[in-house]
């Protein structure tokens, strides 16, 4: 497996990517807005884990004296390896085990329980995903309840009244990379131990293209993905590249498709395209327009 470097994008119409602790969208000091990672990453493991494979880091429930209680995350590697980890005598074999998991194999793990204090840095890093889109705006809907409030039930008039904070539009772009080499410190040394495969890359690449459209809660219905950008270096290349979202510019148009020039980064890729295997767009051609890919650029329409 080579590796690679890309963009994800996002919109967000209507909806909430990914909030704070205040229920608002996520947005920096000066106020941008973004999503951070972890809203990226998490749909693509719901949409592992409903595939039927592995995935570790997800939130899994146990029953307890009658109460529904989260797990821990020694009770989730047990759940899911069927093994206790503070049986396991040997830490090669707990790193082992670890890389059964889909997100483990992609995102990399912290896991320090029992004896064990692991930390595998990922073959997939994920920076964080600015809004492209310079004139969103964040509404909020008043939702009334059917319900008086059961802390004032006594003295309550009227049923409760709850907010709702979504953006009116919003493009997030999210710059990645895959770096296979990441976990040659494990497989040079462990016997047995698969390094970052193309299968692994594959389904991290579905994740990329479908996961947030698949992923239909409240807050997220209107979330959905729109813009896939994968460069895969040439075998052996030391290409090495900055995150590549920068050199991408969004603008609406009005009663328009929307706009995405890679106009920018098409050039800087072009004087680097000897150590370059392949280039790949994938995009909404019924909402998008697409500016600036070059010829030997691959298109394809994100359905």
């Not at 059964?100 to 840095?121: K, P």
């Not at 970052?196 to 959905?224: I, V």
Request: charged share 30%; glycine share 6%.
């Amino acid at each position: 497996m080579n590796r690679v470097y890309g963009v994800i994008g996002i919109k967000s119409k209507m909806a909430n990517w990914n909030a704070d602790f205040t229920g608002r969208p996520k947005t920096t000091s000066n106020g941008d807005i973004f999503g951070s990672d972890k809203a990226f990453k998490y749909p693509i493991k719901k949409m592992w884990e409903n595939d039927g494979e592995k995935v570790l880091y997800v939130k899994s429930y146990k029953t307890e004296k009658g109460n529904l209680q989260a797990r821990t995350l020694a009770e989730r590697f047990e759940q899911l390896f069927e093994k206790n980890v503070k049986d396991i005598k040997e830490k090669q074999e707990v790193l082992k085990t670890l890389f059964q998991a889909v997100d483990v194999r992609n995102f990399g793990a912290t896991f320090a329980e029992g004896s064990n204090n692991i930390s595998i840095t990922g073959a997939v890093q994920v920076g964080q995903g600015f809004n492209k889109y310079e004139d969103s705006n964040i509404e909020i809907q008043d939702i009334l309840s059917p319900f008086v409030d059961a802390t004032k039930k006594d003295t309550a008039q009227n049923t409760s009244i709850g907010k709702k904070i979504v953006s009116d539009e919003a493009h997030y772009f999210y710059p990645f990379s895959v770096n296979p080499e990441n976990y040659d410190i494990y497989t040079k040394e462990i016997e047995g131990l698969e390094g970052y495969s193309r299968q692994d890359f594959e389904k991290f690449k579905k994740g990329c293209l479908y996961a947030a459209t698949a992923y239909n809660t409240n807050s997220k219905m209107g979330c959905e993905n729109e813009f896939a950008l994968f460069v895969e270096c040439k075998e052996a290349s030391k290409l090495y590249l900055a995150n590549l979202d920068q050199y991408i510019k969004f603008k609406k148009q009005e009663n328009e498709k929307d706009i995405i020039d890679v106009s920018e980064l098409e050039e800087i890729l072009e004087k680097v395209k000897s150590e370059i295997k392949e280039i790949e767009i994938y995009y909404n051609p019924y909402t998008i327009h697409l500016v600036g890919a070059k010829e030997n650029t691959v298109i394809r329409e994100l359905f």
